[in-house]
């Protein structure tokens, strides 16, 4: 087994035990035609696909499912943004550059929150950055949740020079009348917003608030492996 | 697609007069909300001496849980449970230190032994809490 068919086997491996990750894994690749000791990402697609019904079989949270699917395709995509990818089916999108959870309900906070570990685990950060990062994501969805009600959370992989994960939390709720004095900390909500953008502006590396009242608010936040 | 889920239930154990919640899944605001409620029900019973909260389990504290897990402990004690937050794992405490996030007027311990030792140390009631009163600065700067 190579390095590529590794990592694949590494995101198996967190959502299955070895023995089932393992043979998931040869029967994809016998299906899917392709040989995992010179596995290239020009066949993760199909290797993927072909590892689908066996997911579909032992994975039963739709969660963890999902979230597993969503890793699979972002190791396809790395370092080959022009392989057609199919269409993902989960909810949560994966996109050449990263992955899109839509925030819609609760259950979409602890999503967004996984995924986000789920990606600075895959990128090799530290446990620390990865909870600092799954934190983050945490309190940007909650704040989508809790305040406009619906929006989106978007990760995606930073390469070049410095490696990181990007985080953008998008929506169009009733926007923050005056950021400064939240992030101040003067302010307390009931629910706590106050401290939670605070605290995610002392988690990351770069922090930028673009609220504009009755239009929405836009959060994008950067942390790097290092 | 649309799924039914019935909102995931923390057991509450009981031991030798203590109770015991050991968290083992991602928590969401439902799930805390709804072991507050659980813990505060099982408080009301009066036979427990004690309250531990195992946390081992739990990879990510946010702001809103990690209040409600200090809302938890101290809502225990103000009804005369004594209790003992334990098994924060290292990253997630880093995490809330630099978040300027503690647990103020919450007894913590490494690990559920220790808490469970911790806890038999305390009186069970009649003395005053040392930690009485500092509950009120929950943000810590302003």
Redesign the interface.
């Given at each position: 087994m190579n390095e590529i068919a590794g990592e694949i086997l590494a995101i198996l491996r967190r959502y299955l035990s070895e023995p089932t990750s393992r043979s998931l894994l040869t029967s994809a690749a016998r299906r899917a035609n392709v040989r995992l000791e010179v596995l290239t990402r020009p066949e993760i697609p199909q290797l993927v696909q072909q590892l689908g019904p066996g997911l579909n079989i032992f994975l039963q949270e739709?969660e963890k499912l999902a979230n597993c699917k969503s890793l699979l395709a972002l190791v396809a995509v790395e370092n080959a943004p022009s392989i057609p990818m199919e269409p993902p089916q989960q909810?949560a999108e994966s996109r050449p550059d990263g992955i899109s959870v839509p925030i819609r309900a609760?259950?979409d906070?602890?999503r967004a929150?996984?995924l986000g570990?789920d990606m600075a685990k895959q990128l090799g950060f530290s446990?620390?950055v990865?909870?600092?990062v799954?934190?983050a994501v945490?309190?940007l969805a909650?704040n989508i949740f809790q305040y406009a009600g619906t929006g989106e959370i978007r990760i995606r992989r930073i390469e070049g020079k410095r490696r990181g994960i990007e985080v953008v939390a998008r929506d169009q709720g009733p926007g923050i009348s005056d950021p400064a004095l939240i992030l101040s900390?003067?302010y307390?909500s009931k629910?706590?917003m106050?401290?939670?953008l605070?605290?995610?502006k002392?988690?990351v590396d770069e922090f930028e608030l673009d609220t504009h009242p009755g239009l929405g608010t836009t959060v994008r936040i950067r942390k790097y492996a290092e | 697609?649309v799924?039914m889920?019935e909102t995931q239930r923390i057991p509450i154990v009981r031991l030798s007069g203590k109770l015991i919640v050991s968290i083992q899944t991602?928590?969401?605001?439902?799930v805390v909300d709804r072991l507050q409620q659980d813990v505060a029900a099982a408080c009301e019973k009066g036979d427990a001496r004690g309250l531990v909260v195992d946390l081992s389990g739990v990879?990510?504290?946010?702001?809103?849980i990690t209040?409600s897990i200090r809302d938890l402990a101290v809502m225990a004690r103000l009804m005369g449970v004594e209790t003992v937050v334990c098994g924060l794992?290292?990253?997630?405490a880093?995490?809330l230190v630099?978040?300027?996030?503690e647990l103020p007027g919450v007894r913590t311990a490494l690990n559920l032994d220790r808490a469970l030792a911790l806890l038999d140390t305390l009186q069970p009631e009649g003395l005053p809490h040392d930690l009485a009163g500092e509950g009120d600065e929950?943000?810590g700067?302003?």
């Open positions: 739709p909810q609760e259950h906070v602890v929150r996984t570990k446990e620390v990865q909870t600092k799954a934190t945490s309190e909650r900390g003067a307390r629910w706590g106050g401290a939670g605070r605290g995610t002392r988690l | 697609m799924m889920m991602a928590l969401s605001d439902t990879d990510v504290l946010d702001s809103y209040r794992r290292p990253a997630v880093m995490t630099e978040m300027g996030m929950w943000e700067e302003a």
